[in-house]
């Protein structure tokens, strides 16, 4: 049963460029969450995807965007990046949106902004 | 506004110890869901539990256990007889049931680093 997914790893980019961060949910999911974790703090919620809309949103500027495909993988693009942009941006993945299931979370990607 | 607090910033205990993880939220929901996550140096959170506001039971899984209470607003967590592989960033982790609207976002605590040494 293959765990959530994200690519890539770690990724080095410059001011004023922009990213796109992927995730393939776990097996069965359907709903898919991106949190960004700085360095020492809890993750952030960005926002949640589900049937290919928007859900719910966190504090986050409308630099970040999302989307999410009809086999519910997933796209994180941030524009513009600001050096404190660099942060463990984490997918989470879980099913039956309603009812706050459990979020599963992939391995993230360590985004370093110079 | 939802809120999760964790206190202790660092805990450093001996093998074998005991160790307590404090968490206190608030929300103005009835209906939440309550979550502790594990992240090793690796970076990969991982689950360990979720508990829903109706069951104030607590819960022991092996050497882990939980401690629900409403009327203090406070899920803590103790690991018995503490390991070396124990060592990581523990998160404790709300989220309410919106039934009346999609979206179930976690709200983390600042989460409490556990050293354990051999």
């Known amino acids: 049963d293959a765990g959530v997914t994200q690519s890539p790893t770690h990724l080095i980019k410059t001011r004023g460029q922009q990213v796109t961060l992927r995730c393939s949910p776990k097996s069965g999911h359907d709903t898919v969450s991106w949190y960004q974790q700085a360095l020492g703090q809890g993750p952030q919620f960005i926002f949640q995807?589900?049937?290919?809309?928007?859900?719910q949103r966190g504090n986050f500027p409308d630099r970040f965007s999302g989307h999410q495909f009809p086999n519910y993988s997933s796209e994180l693009n941030v524009n513009a990046l600001l050096l404190g942009d660099s942060a463990l941006y984490l997918c989470?993945?879980?099913?039956?949106?309603?009812?706050?299931?459990?979020?599963?979370f992939g391995p993230g990607t360590r985004l370093t902004v110079l | 506004a939802q809120k999760v607090t964790q206190a202790q910033t660092e805990i450093s205990v001996v093998e074998k110890e005991d160790v307590t993880l404090d968490c206190v939220y608030e929300?103005?929901?009835?209906?939440?869901?309550l979550f502790w996550y594990k992240q090793p140096p690796s970076g990969e959170l991982v689950f360990l539990i979720r508990?829903?506001?109706?069951?104030?039971q607590n819960e022991i899984s092996g050497r882990y256990s939980w401690n629900f209470q409403k009327s203090t607003s406070s899920f803590n967590f103790t690991i018995t007889a503490s390991q070396v592989v124990d060592s990581a960033v523990y998160f404790c982790a709300l989220s309410e049931a919106l039934f009346n609207q999609a979206g179930t976002a976690l709200i983390f605590g600042k989460g409490t680093t556990l050293s354990v040494s051999s």
């Open positions: 989470a993945s879980s099913l039956v949106i309603r009812t706050a299931d459990t979020q599963y």
């Open positions: 929300t103005r929901d009835t209906t939440y869901y």
């Open positions: 995807y589900y049937e290919e809309e928007e859900r």
């Open positions: 508990r829903n506001s109706f069951d104030e």
